[in-house]
């Protein structure tokens, strides 16, 4: 008996389309891709249940004749190639004729398409892949696609599914992402009734880059634009201040295709150069035209990746635009430390801050690998140590009885705010500062529906958020623990976090809360700090349950024993 078999047409088709269709935000993508080459300048999404009950997409394009209506249903029916060469040099967004047969192949759908100059359109039914009536309507120029109750014959990808809100805020994303190069488009978004945004066709990207960056990353945008020959760069960048821990603000366009592409973010990087700290992804848009026959756009199922036959060209123009866009920023790169500044004898200025009571904008202590998992390291007697010094504003350095301690004060004293935070939740007695005047903040559409959705979390450690409408949010109260704190980039960094893909709930989720709040909190790497306070922060580190390690897993302290100095030196043999 045969082992292998040919599947049946259905099952073969709902594997197809599980390697195109991913969730709803894969079914806008795809249609939205069909309207760009239809010619349409207006193009409506609308959404029910963040895309689960009804996706919607209408559009004022060429339109197709009943004949080609019914062709676009079979898997491989394109208009934009017709040879084997034609992949070299195509320029449109769809060409595999795959899109249409893999969202009907998961979904109950409805086109409705009136060509130009013609009387009546044609609508076409189907339900999981099988055609279910062809018939002549009146309707506007153009097409409307509607997908009903997606993987409703697949349950076992519907199930994995996230909540509504979840599933559109990646349709939002999307439709974001694909409405930036194309400003002489209009595109509108409703969930229900409701309506998400409206960006009007305009020569001025102002507007659609609001709703893709961080308010203050748009507004501090520096622009800068290089060509050579079938290669022109266009970057707008965000100074290397307003970078972030995850690239979701990084945007690479080529030829008007969004990717995401390594090769070409490791280029912004390079650009940035020491700018940009370790482990931080800059907020920053790429647009690469380039001759198609130099691209390879047919690598990835979703046609999110290319491959670009000179990358090395690339990758330096890429890099050298960006290094150019940046130079006017030059001076918001911080000066180095003084490599060691002694302490002993002598009281800090007066302009340091204390480390309870007011800090410097938050830098934070990062490094691009994950971090290690917390490892236990010989326990340290902290009594009464001798305060030798600070290192390059970084170190504490203090004399023990049987050696030398070396202490990162970041890290110390995110493990301080740490617990203390973890504990006064545990005794509900997170002591609050309310506000004078609440403190308005700008989000993206994105992080304004995390927000809705798990901003209970903030409220009970103390960060009490009210929707001011729009994207609008206003900060009404914080914890007293924390001083002078960049509330704005905290928040997003949360929002970041729950968009990583890791599940998060409950406690687990509260904890990652806490941690992204110690960091916040906590000394910066660079500030100065008086004898007085570096002793009090060793105190209280010894006070602390686990104080050989920072929540996120690095050591806090280095400590070097005489006989072990003494064989660095060479003392003893």
Not at 57 to 63: E, H, K, L, Q
Not at 193 to 201: G, K, M, S, V, Y
Request: proline share 6%; net charge positive; charged share 25%.
């Amino acid at each position: 008996m045969n082992t292998i078999r040919i599947l049946p047409e259905k099952i073969a088709s709902q594997i197809a389309a599980g390697e195109v269709i991913e969730r709803p935000a894969s079914v806008v993508r795809e249609l939205i891709d069909n309207s760009i080459d239809a010619r349409a300048d207006r193009i409506s999404i609308k959404t029910e249940r963040g895309g689960k009950g009804l996706i919607r997409v209408s559009d004022n394009g060429i339109g197709m004749g009943r004949d080609d209506l019914l062709l676009c249903l079979e898997r491989h029916a394109t208009s934009k190639i017709k040879i084997a060469s034609d992949l070299s040099s195509v320029t449109s967004f769809g060409f595999r004729g795959e899109a249409i047969p893999s969202i009907a192949a998961v979904s109950r759908l409805e086109i409705t398409s009136l060509p130009d100059k013609a009387l009546l359109g044609n609508r076409v039914t189907m339900s999981g892949g099988k055609l279910l009536s062809v018939e002549e309507v009146g309707a506007p120029q153009g097409t409307i696609v509607a997908v009903k109750n997606l993987f409703f014959n697949m349950p076992a990808r519907r199930k994995f599914l996230k909540t509504p809100r979840t599933e559109m805020n990646h349709i939002v994303d999307a439709v974001l992402r694909a409405a930036m190069p194309f400003r002489k488009i209009s595109f509108r978004l409703e969930e229900g009734e409701r309506e998400i945004f409206h960006l009007p066709a305009s020569s001025n990207p102002s507007l659609r880059l609001s709703h893709l960056m961080d308010r203050m990353a748009g507004k501090s945008l520096l622009s800068g634009e290089n060509s050579q020959k079938d290669l022109h760069i266009a970057v707008h960048a965000a100074p290397a201040e307003f970078a972030r821990k995850r690239a979701d603000r990084l945007f690479v366009y080529v030829n008007g295709r969004n990717i995401k592409d390594r090769f070409v973010t490791k280029a912004i990087i390079e650009g940035y150069g020491q700018r940009l700290m370790k482990g931080r992804y800059p907020q920053a848009l790429v647009f690469i035209t380039i001759d198609p026959a130099q691209i390879d756009v047919n690598v990835h199922p979703a046609k999110q990746e290319i491959k670009f036959q000179n990358g090395q060209q690339v990758f330096r123009a890429v890099a050298a635009v960006v290094h150019q866009t940046l130079k006017p920023a030059a001076h918001l790169v911080p000066k180095r430390p003084e490599p060691f500044t002694n302490l002993k004898s002598g009281e800090a200025p007066q302009s340091a801050p204390s480390i309870f009571k007011t800090v410097e904008p938050y830098v934070p202590a990062t490094v691009r690998e994950p971090p290690p998992a917390p490892i236990k390291a010989p326990s340290m007697d902290f009594k009464a140590p001798e305060i030798i010094g600070q290192l390059g504003n970084m170190y504490i350095l203090c004399q023990m009885d049987d050696g030398l301690l070396l202490v990162d004060q970041h890290a110390a004293h995110e493990r301080i705010v740490y617990e203390t935070l973890q504990k006064s939740l545990r005794s509900a007695n997170i002591e609050i500062q309310n506000l004078l005047l609440p403190y308005e903040m700008e989000f993206s559409l994105k992080e304004k529906g995390v927000l809705l959705e798990k901003g209970h979390v903030l409220a009970q450690l103390g960060i009490e958020l009210d929707h001011f409408g729009g994207n609008t949010f206003l900060l009404r109260s914080v914890p007293a623990l924390l001083k002078d704190v960049n509330w704005q980039m905290l928040i997003s960094e949360f929002i970041s976090k729950l968009d990583e893909g890791v599940p998060l709930e409950g406690v687990h989720l509260t904890d990652e809360a806490i941690k992204i709040m110690a960091c916040h909190g906590a000394i910066r790497a660079g500030q100065h700090l008086t004898p007085t306070e570096m002793s009090d922060l060793v105190r209280q580190l010894s006070e602390m349950d686990l104080p050989t390690n920072c929540p996120h897993g690095r050591p806090i302290f280095k400590s070097f024993t005489y006989f072990e100095l003494s064989k660095m030196f060479k003392r003893i043999v």
